[in-house]
Each structure stands twice: as C-alpha cells, then as structure tokens.
C-alpha cells in the first residue's frame, strides 16, 4: 500500500491518451520493424502519434529513419525528431550507441525516466514505446513512472524464441503490465511463382503458446524484404498499396489493440 501511493506521487503527468509497450523474449525477432510500422499505421489512420525507442543497449530507430539529427531543446526538454510527421525520439538520437549500451542500474533508470518526462511530444493519442528485449530495469521503470495501456510481445514461431517469451510474459505479469497479445512475426514466406503462405519455421506455434498463456495471438506478418525497405530510399509499406498483405496484416493488428485499450 505504501509503495503504491510512493509510485503514485512519482508518475508523470499523463501526456499521451494511450501508452503501448513493444517488448520482445530476445533481440533480432523484428521489435524495432514492427514498432515503426505499428506507428505508421496508426498515423495512416489520423492518430497522433510518438514513437519512442527505449531500447537503451541497442537503438535502432535513427538506422530505421536513416537518421542522425540532434534534438532541439526548449524550455529544458528535448523537441521530437519529425520524419514524415512522425514523432520520434531515441535515445540514440542523444548519445552515442556505444556510451549507452554499458549503461546499468541507476544510469538506465535515470535514461528512461528522462526520456519520459522531458519529451516535449505535444498531445498525443497513442505513444508507442520500443523497449529492450526480456524485461529488466527499463520495463520496470515504465511500469512505475507511467500508465500503459498494454504491452505486445513480438517473437519469431522458432522454440527458442517462444521459450524466452515465456519467460518475458512471466515477469510483465509480475510487474502488473497488461499484455494486450503477440505478434508472431516471420511466420511465413510467400513464394512469388505460387503466391502460397509457406510456412517453414512450423504453423501457429504462437498460438499453441498463447493459449497456454491465455493470450491471444494478435497477427502474424510475413518474412518480406518490403517490411524492411529502408524509409529514405522507398516509402514505407505501411504507406504503399491498401491491398497489400502487410498493410492488411498491420491494419488488422490496429484495430484489435483499438478494441483492447478502446481508443
Ligand atoms: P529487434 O528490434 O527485435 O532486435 P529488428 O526490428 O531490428 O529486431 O529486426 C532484426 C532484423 O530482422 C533486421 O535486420 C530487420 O530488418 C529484419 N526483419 C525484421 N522483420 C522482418 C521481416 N518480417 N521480414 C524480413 N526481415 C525482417
């Protein structure tokens, strides 16, 4: 009771409608991609939306946009990097990869905690937040400093990584973060001779997973090099045809969080 009402008068003040965590078992299984084209997608549809990359050992957001620029600062808080509307901030966009990725304890606490508070986002209907993988200091820091909405775990359907969401599930649930579904990414190829859904890592291993975990599997998108075109050299997916199976797979994803944290 006494440390709820602590957390309570430590939490920022809420500057966004909506808060979703993008969280993953382990690195490489598409966290970053996915959480990029999840804010692009909400922005298709009018939202206004942020994109902040908290993945303190390993931002990837300023490679995503292809971008290096520094953020302004005014009245002591740091102006979001614009791309297309989108506003986005990294913590790689303030130091260099290599200073941040050693960081522990107190200095990743004191990262996140500044990375939520002096943000000057403006008003925001959804802040989507991309999070290291497993769950540790920077989860935990969310978790305390501000109300989320709901965490989406991405993983890949090999064993391996289903075993590590697992155990990431596991520790959420400790900390009280409402976990909205997962979102299996690379579930599939489609082969351009027979434009057939091939599944090569096995079919729907997320869900037996999910059921077992009582959550529910919340899409599953494609191996496409499409999904990974750089944003400078080609426009976004989320940005291209409407009748794409991404865009259909990111859109179909969109509304089922609407409907969960009923935006
Ligand atoms: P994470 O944030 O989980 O570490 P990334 O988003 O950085 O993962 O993706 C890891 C690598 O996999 C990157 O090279 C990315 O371009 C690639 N990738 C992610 N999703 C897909 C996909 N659906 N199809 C093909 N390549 C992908």
Redesign the pocket.
């Known amino acids: 009771m006494e440390n709820d009402n602590i957390n309570k008068f430590l939490k920022i003040p809420k500057f966004a409608k909506h808060v979703i965590l993008v969280a993953?078992g382990?690195?490489?299984?598409?966290?970053?991609?996915?959480?990029?084209n999840l804010a692009l997608t909400f922005q298709h549809f009018k939202f206004k939306v942020g994109l902040l990359d908290a993945?303190i050992y390993?931002p990837?957001l300023p490679k995503?946009l292809n971008t290096n620029k520094e953020p302004k600062i005014e009245n002591k808080n740091f102006l979001p990097i614009e791309v297309n509307g989108l506003k986005t901030m990294s913590i790689g966009y303030l130091v260099p990869e290599e200073t941040a990725n050693i960081w522990r304890g107190p200095m990743v606490i004191k990262a996140v905690t500044q990375l939520l508070k002096d943000v000057a986002w403006g008003e925001l209907d959804i802040l989507i937040i991309?999070t290291p993988?497993g769950t540790g200091d920077v989860q935990l820091t969310i978790s305390q400093k501000i109300d989320v909405s709901g965490a989406l775990i991405?993983t890949t359907p090999q064993e391996l990584s289903l075993l590590d969401v697992k155990r990431g599930i596991n520790m959420f649930r400790k900390v009280n973060l409402p976990i909205l579904g997962l979102i299996e990414?690379?579930s599939y190829y489609i082969c351009d001779e027979c434009e057939k859904k091939h599944y090569i890592f096995g079919k729907k291993s997320s869900l037996k997973l999910a059921n077992n975990l009582d959550l529910e599997v919340l899409g599953e998108?494609?191996?496409?090099?499409n999904?990974?075109k750089k944003y400078d050299t080609q426009h976004p997916i989320i940005k291209q045809k409407k009748d794409d199976v991404?865009f259909k797979s990111f859109f179909d994803i969109s509304q089922k969080i609407q409907k969960k944290i009923k935006i």
């Open positions: 993953s382990k690195g490489g299984v598409g966290k970053s991609t996915f959480a990029l993945d390993g990837s995503l991309d993988p991405i990414n690379m998108l494609p191996i496409s090099e999904l990974i991404i």
